[in-house]
Nanobody, 124 residues
Framework: QLQAYGGGLVQAGDSLRLSCAASGRTFSSHAVGWFRQAPGKEREFVAAISWSGGTTYYADSVKGRFTISRHNIKNTVYLQMNSLKPEDTAVYYC???????????????????WGQGTQVTVSS
């Protein structure tokens, strides 16, 4: 089971770090992705990280501002979000991809385990 936390209400330009913690099983051998969903919009890909942390990739909208990382001993994946914008407002979800450990995926349907989301609200 995965649980995302660390969201909150911040101002534009601020930073937040989200965490995705696993319990009940380890996800240290699986790729993990972050997705987000704003009200009235489809869930969209944000970032993904391979099982080792050696491969990461990002949506163009967050590239250069967000950083995904992981600490496998702690069974936790992080999303450092800097220079936040109002358009980053959404519920953020983490998910584990059991089939593509070396890359993950940008497609939500390819993820197998999803955590409950955490709300991020960025005011202008």
């Amino acid at each position: 089971q995965l649980q995302a936390y660390g969201g909150g209400l911040v101002q534009a330009g601020d930073s937040l770090r989200l965490s995705c913690a696993a319990s009940g099983r380890t996800f240290s051998s699986h790729a993990v992705g972050w997705f987000r969903q704003a009200p009235g919009k489809e869930r969209e890909f944000v970032a993904a990280i391979s099982w080792s942390g050696g491969t990461t990739y990002y949506a163009d909208s967050v590239k250069g501002r967000f950083t995904i990382s992981r600490h496998n001993i702690k069974n936790t994946v992080y999303l450092q979000m800097n220079s936040l914008k109002p358009e980053d407002t959404a519920v953020y979800y983490c998910a584990a991809d059991l089939d593509r450990p070396y890359s993950g995926s940008s497609y939500s349907y390819e993820y197998d385990y999803w955590g409950q989301g955490t709300q991020v609200t960025v005011s202008s």
